[in-house]
């Protein structure tokens, strides 16, 4: 069975002093044999202290991006290592605000090119992928996902993707305060583990944890968790206090009946 697995994007959000205050309300209440993985992927200049700060628990440490090269001249960015180096085991790659809001945004090949480096390094990835407004109102959200997936994924070999996670986050559920429902996001995550099937093999596709993500809540994490190609969530802004994404850990062990 797929042990859930529910991480907390912090995005650019926390000083250091509020990021410690959650940290240690979170070690306060998570117990040691809480049947959910839990990470934690703060901003880049936080992963060293809240390493420090998560030690000795079950919180995983996990970045928000990274840069596929090795080293170099490439100002602002860090390295696969350099996320080693400040005890990371998951790096969030392809996320929505990557792909659409900063810069000119990360495309398929290169998101391809960091999922490619994170794992070389020992990274896991959590790839996310999802569809905008548009183009679920344009019926193509099967053709987007499967574009992405492949983009993605293209040339990772079976066991490597096995170990992955995916993230499935519409782009239109992000932030916004709507949720996709829990048969529309069980539809869209069916979709990826059936063209894991087809790229990879059965086995493959369900060996990979597919978190939902998009505007999840301590009231609707019971009900999307329900879902049998769920398997955690990737969240936001209820990441950002103790209540309500402990809220939503808990929401997670009763829909997946821990
Ligand atoms: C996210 O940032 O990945 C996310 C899902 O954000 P939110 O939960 O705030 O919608």
Redesign the pocket.
């Known amino acids: 069975m797929r042990r859930p697995f529910v991480a907390g ?1 912090w ?1 650019m959000y926390k000083t250091l002093q509020t990021a410690r205050e959650l940290v240690d309300a979170l070690r306060e209440r998570l117990t040691e044999d809480c049947p959910v993985e839990v990470a934690i992927c703060p901003p880049a200049p936080y992963l060293l202290p809240m390493q420090r700060a998560v030690d000795g628990t079950q919180i995983r440490l996990g970045a928000q991006n990274m840069w596929h090269e090795k080293e170099g001249a490439f100002t602002g960015e860090v390295s696969p290592q350099m996320l080693l180096d400040c005890g990371c085991t998951y790096v ?1 790659l392809g ?3 990557r792909r659409h809001t900063i810069g000119k945004g990360e495309d398929d090949a290169l998101i391809n090119k960091k999922v490619h480096a994170a794992i070389e390094a020992g990274l896991t990835p959590i790839l ?1 992928i999802g569809e905008k407004i548009d183009q679920r109102e344009a019926g193509k959200t099967e053709s987007v996902l499967t574009e992405q997936i492949k983009g993605g994924l293209a040339g990772v070999p079976a066991d490597k993707v096995a170990a992955s996670v995916i ?1 499935y ?1 519409p782009v239109w ?4 305060g709507l949720t996709a429902t829990p048969a529309q996001a069980q539809e869209a995550h069916a979709h990826v583990r059936a063209v894991l099937a087809q790229m990879y093999d059965e086995p493959t596709a369900q060996a990979v944890r597919i978190q939902y ?4 809540k301590p009231g609707n994490a019971e009900e999307l968790m329900t879902q049998p190609d769920l398997d955690g ?7 950002l206090k103790a209540d309500d994404f402990m809220g939503i850990i808990k929401g997670t062990i009763q829909g997946k009946k821990l």
Do not use: D, R
């Not at 559920?173 to 916004?176: D, E, P, S």
């Open positions: 994007n995005k969030i996320h929505s605000e996310c993230a986050e559920a992000i932030g916004t993500g998009g505007s999840v969530g990737l969240i936001g802004g209820a990441s």
